[in-house]
């Protein structure tokens, strides 16, 4: 059965960093390219940035180019997210996927104070 859980999120201040990671078990992580999502509150989930399945590839949403980072441990089955100088509209859920799949993470909240 596969599993991603995540973990690192946290209340912080606006320019603060936070590094989120993704713990995959289940399958074969260096098979599969994988993305991190993020959901406010009263919006609908957005893609933040995915990767493809040995680092290669690496797309972002306009929002967060320049300040996130997407990356991997293929070694140890994690992915990560490492966000910069946060904002507050950058305050949601945070969910690591397989990508073209429908396996998700529970989420890890990540709140930005002005």
């Known amino acids: 059965q596969v599993q991603l859980v995540e973990s690192g999120g946290g209340l912080v201040r606006a320019g603060d960093s936070l590094r989120l990671s993704c713990r995959v078990s289940?399958?074969?992580?260096?098979?599969?390219?994988f993305a991190w999502y993020r959901q406010a509150p009263g919006k609908s989930r957005e893609l933040v940035a995915d990767?493809?399945?040995?680092?290669?590839?690496?797309t972002y949403a306009d929002s967060v180019k320049g300040r996130f980072a997407i990356s991997r441990d293929n070694a140890e089955n994690i992915l990560y997210l490492q966000m910069n100088n946060l904002r507050p509209e950058d305050t949601g859920m945070y969910y690591c996927?397989?990508?073209?799949?429908?396996?998700w993470g529970q989420g890890t909240q990540v709140t930005v104070s002005s």
């Open positions: 990767i493809a399945y040995d680092g290669s590839g690496i």
């Open positions: 289940g399958i074969a992580f260096n098979l599969y390219a």
């Open positions: 996927k397989r990508l073209y799949a429908e396996d």
